[in-house]
């Protein structure tokens, strides 16, 4: 059974920082791109960060300069650090498997003072 797991999010201060992170089981994790998405109330679901099989990576517009997605293959775990954090960064952030086609449940993110 494909699963993804988030964890990470929080209440930050603007300027502030989080590191989320994305608990893969039931898939050949390292073989397989992986991205973060985000969906904030009232808007449609956003690509934030992709990073592929080779460690290839790109960012939306938005997030570059302050968000790093990374992957740990032998812990099966995809991360998203968050810098420099902005009241519109707030969402509900989304783990997604680009082969198997498996989102998370996500976690909420909320930026203010």
């Known amino acids: 059974q494909v699963q993804l797991v988030e964890s990470g999010g929080g209440l930050v201060q603007p300027g502030g920082s989080l590191r989320l992170s994305c608990a893969a089981s039931g898939i050949r994790f390292s073989q397989n791109a992986m991205s973060w998405h985000r969906q904030a109330p009232g808007k449609q679901r956003e690509l934030v960060a992709f990073i592929s099989s080779s460690h290839g990576t790109r960012y939306a517009d938005a997030v570059k300069g302050r968000f790093t997605i990374s992957r740990d293959n032998a812990k099966k775990t995809v991360y998203l650090q968050m810098n420099s954090l902005k009241p519109e960064d707030t969402a509900v952030y989304y783990c997604?498997?680009?082969?198997?086609?498996?989102w998370g449940r996500g976690t909420q993110v909320t930026v203010s003072s």
């Open positions: 997604y498997d680009q082969w198997a086609g498996v």
